[in-house]
């Protein structure tokens, strides 16, 4: 399994299939549906009387989901006149507004770009500028960065929500008007024609949707990635990617599952690639009720939200699990129904894993995936027993190869996660030579996570090849480290990075949140000296109030470097 040849495919293949759960099929049909659109044409059909998503005390249920996203897609089509490929950009966490537009533009035909609220103007006029979009749907306590620079885009529309606008009266007029008059919550600014996203659904009513024939290979998405380096890049992500992926996910879920029947609790936001395949999309086809939560930051008032409801599933990265264990009220919720937890975007640390079982009685699913795969590409067995450090076995029709300078490397040995399969993305928006870097002429993705795959095809991943610390020629893994540390019951989070070092090039230096007080580097020091290697020891050990992290909760480490 390399760029070489294929003809060791089969032998890995093996490999992982014996591990693979009984029953689960080794491929899935990627022409069982045309497009995202099928998707929820068919979701519609199935479960049209039952609830698809809930915010703030407000359901919609399949048939109304229908019903807007429709009216959505025909304002689009005869009041702006977009055609099939244009390109639209929704900047909101959240709403139950999102789901409507994200579905009614891809009905219509267009190619969605996700963008994170929490952009600068300078950023957001790249995303902007780089995807083309022509029409941005946006929440108006963000205005006023897209007032900045918007006549420096293409952007010749832009649809203004306000939080409380699918609410039910007279809720949604009391939100807004605590939104914007006591909390302040929204900076002053001026958009001319400036259109409200409620008359946009009453415009488009009055006209009749035209269905738009879409093919596999029509792009679904323009998603960016976090842009380690240099600017953001557009992942070109096709309708025949996302499916791909759909399909394969639910395969793997498919034991858990009662159609019609789950709730999944969605506190990551929907414009990232994690919540919106794995919470929005997968869990749409098997006619789910997704639970939208609008700020997971604020963990007081979102286990006040878990309250109020018996979930089945929900998702999260290892710092959301990790304050939800250490927020007042959640060990006292009711779990009885809770059968899917699933983890993902950053590895989870042991700690975290046992705790979270002793606490709800389920292991958490840990999973790996990227913007460049639609995202999923390995998944654990929903039956796993415990917390087992890896990130489990490729998806269906997916395949994973260890890889070094183009070779296939042996069976334990560490090297670069290399991923083929229908979820891959078509490539980087006009980055011609940086798709070329990443993506082999015969479909092999390079992931840049070091991993390893043991003698059960489990996969394990090491590091990104960019937080590898060198000490004294030594690999030493953060992921390592931080695990170790955060086992310290007096540690809340922490992360390890390399910093110079005139000896041994580099050495450890970990950034900690304290849980108890009384924590002191002594303390950690005399820890990590029990567990680990001289040369992985921390040589420096700072304290802080908080971690840099990124929109769903991932530790920056590049930010503490």
């Not at 998405?221 to 759909?246: D, E, M, P, R």
Request: charged share 20%; proline share 6%.
């Amino acid at each position: 399994m390399n760029g070489e040849s294929s003809s060791a495919s089969p032998q890995f293949e093996k490999i992982w299939l014996k591990s693979y759960p009984k029953g689960m099929p080794t491929e899935i049909d990627v022409n069982a549906y045309a497009s995202i659109a099928d998707v929820l044409e068919h979701s519609v059909e199935r479960f049209r009387q039952r609830p698809s998503f809930a915010n703030m005390g407000t359901e919609l249920t399949y048939g109304d989901l229908d019903q807007k996203t429709r009216d959505f897609a025909a304002y689009l089509q005869h009041d702006l006149g977009l055609q099939k490929g244009d390109t639209i950009a929704i900047m909101m966490p959240n709403l139950l507004q999102y789901p409507i537009a994200l579905f009614g533009a891809l009905r219509a035909g267009l190619s969605v770009t996700n963008v994170n609220p929490l952009y600068t103007p300078r950023e957001l006029k790249h995303q902007l500028k780089d995807s083309g979009a022509c029409c941005v749907v946006i929440l108006e306590n963000f205005c006023h960065k897209l007032t900045e620079i918007l006549t420096e885009t293409q952007v010749k529309t832009v649809i203004t929500t306000r939080i409380g606008d699918m609410l039910q009266f007279p809720k949604s007029a009391l939100v807004n008007f605590v939104v914007k008059r006591i909390k302040k919550m929204v900076p002053a600014y001026q958009l001319p024609n400036e259109v409200n996203f409620k008359h946009v659904l009453q415009v488009g009513k009055q006209h009749e949707f035209k269905p738009v024939e879409i093919h596999k290979q029509d792009i679904a998405f323009i998603q960016y990635t976090a842009g380690t380096t240099g600017a953001a890049k557009g992942v070109l992500l096709s309708h025949g990617n996302i499916v791909a992926n759909i399909q394969q996910t639910s395969a793997w879920i498919s034991p858990r599952v009662i159609e019609g029947k789950e709730i999944i609790i969605t506190p990551l936001p929907l414009y990232h690639i994690f919540s919106l395949t794995a919470n929005c999309l997968l869990f749409m086809k098997v006619g789910a009720m997704i639970y939208l939560i609008t700020n997971p930051r604020d963990f007081k008032g979102f286990v006040n939200e878990l309250r109020k409801v018996r979930f089945s599933a929900i998702t999260g990265v290892n710092t959301l699990f990790n304050a939800l264990l250490n927020t007042p009220g959640f060990t006292d919720l009711d779990f009885s129904a809770l059968k899917i937890p699933l983890g993902g975007g950053m590895a989870i640390q042991k700690a975290v894993a046992e705790r979270w079982t002793a606490v709800t009685g389920q292991t958490i699913i840990e999973a790996y995936g990227l913007t460049e795969t639609s995202p999923g590409v390995c998944i654990n067995p929903m039956d796993l027993a415990g917390y087992n450090g890896k990130i489990g076995l490729p998806l269906p029709s997916t395949e994973c190869s260890i890889q070094k300078d183009g070779k296939l490397l042996p069976i334990g040995e560490a090297g670069e996660l290399c991923v083929r399969g229908p979820q891959v993305m078509q490539g980087y928006l006009n980055r011609p030579e940086q798709t070329a870097t990443v993506l082999t002429a015969d479909g092999w993705f390079h992931t840049g996570d070091i991993a390893c795959m043991d003698e059960n095809g489990y996969l394990q991943i090491l590091e990104r090849k960019d937080d590898m610390i060198l000490v004294s020629g030594f690999n030493v893994y953060p992921n390592e480290v931080e695990g170790v540390v955060a086992d310290h019951p007096g540690v809340l989070e922490v992360a390890a990075i390399g910093v110079p070092d005139e000896k041994s090039g580099e050495v450890v230096k970990i950034v900690v949140v304290k849980k108890d007080p009384g924590l002191t580097e002594e303390i950690l020091h005399r820890h990590c000296k029990k567990e680990l290697a001289a040369y992985k020891v921390p040589k420096h050990i700072e304290f802080r109030d908080a971690l840099p992290k990124s929109n769903v909760g991932k530790i920056l480490r590049r930010e503490l470097r």
